[in-house]
T-cell receptor, first 117, second 116 residues
Framework: GAVVSQHPSRVICKSGTSVKIECRSL??????MFWYRQFPKKSLMLMAT?????????EQGVEKDKFLINHASLTLSTLTVTSAHPEDSSFYIC?????????????FGPGTRLTVT | AQKVTQAQTEISVVEKEDVTLDCVYE???????LFWYKQPPSGELVFLIR??????QNEISGRYSWNFQKSTSSFNFTITASQVVDSAVYFC?????????????FGTGTRLLVSP
């Protein structure tokens, strides 16, 4: 149990276009999902916290108009990179939070590698 | 503020050697969780362990062992008899009560290269 999927796993897009990445919790409901960004050979940086039915909470320095997050259901959160530019090329990872054994666990998706040309 | 430091950026060992990955953390929370994740070349994060701040017992799982010492704010990870398949980037992370245990703060990772 506790599987999180992401789609697509890889995407290449042209500069100026928008890209949508989906994050799904396959076998549990997640009221909270998280979006991380990882540059090559770097650590994961939390971009935003996505709450079902409400607006996402963005970390300092993350442009909310650039990275649109929608958490439309208890099993799906989407991240849309709008008007993508080469500097947006990165590895995007989502995670979903589930209550287990009296505490919350975060389960990570396999990541989406975005390349903007 | 919370911070996780992994001072070793890259470690190279030969198969069957033991290796310890260091993790030092900073937090003002009295209750927090510490984690270790493995990220193989495929990119997917693999959960290895979670430790509650009130539980300082060391843990062993097969070839893996963890040493949690609150006195030095460290949560080190040792791989015994390393194997080539252990080659990956390993991240230490912290989640504290002040964020409702929502946010994971990651260290910069340690890249482990195990050669045959």
């Amino acid at each position: 149990g506790a599987v999180v999927s992401q789609h697509p796993s890889r995407v290449i897009c042209k500069s100026g276009t928008s890209v949508k990445i989906e994050c799904r919790s396959l076998d549990f409901q997640a009221t909270t999902m998280f979006w991380y960004r990882q540059f090559p050979k770097k650590s994961l940086m939390l971009m935003a916290t996505s709450n079902e039915g409400s607006k996402a909470t963005y970390e300092q320095g993350v442009e909310k108009d650039k990275f649109l997050i929608n958490h439309a259901s208890l099993t799906l959160s989407t991240l849309t990179v709008t008007s993508a530019h080469p500097e947006d090329s990165s590895f995007y990872i989502c995670s979903a939070r589930r209550l287990a054994g009296g505490s919350y666990e975060q389960y990570f998706g396999p990541g989406t590698r975005l390349t903007v040309t | 503020a919370q911070k996780v430091t992994q001072a070793q950026t890259e470690i190279s060992v030969v198969e069957k050697e033991d290796v310890t990955l260091d993790c030092v953390y900073e937090t003002r929370d009295t209750t927090y969780y510490l984690f270790w994740y493995k990220q193989p070349p495929s990119g997917e994060l693999v959960f290895l362990i979670r430790r509650n701040s009130f539980d300082e017992q060391n843990e062993i799982s097969g070839r893996y062992s963890w040493n949690f010492q609150k006195s030095t704010s460290s949560f080190n990870f040792t791989i015994t008899a390393s194997q080539v398949v252990d080659s990956a980037v390993y991240f230490c992370a912290l989640s504290g009560m002040n964020t409702g245990f929502q946010k994971l703060v990651f260290g910069t990772g340690t890249r482990l290269l195990v050669s045959p």
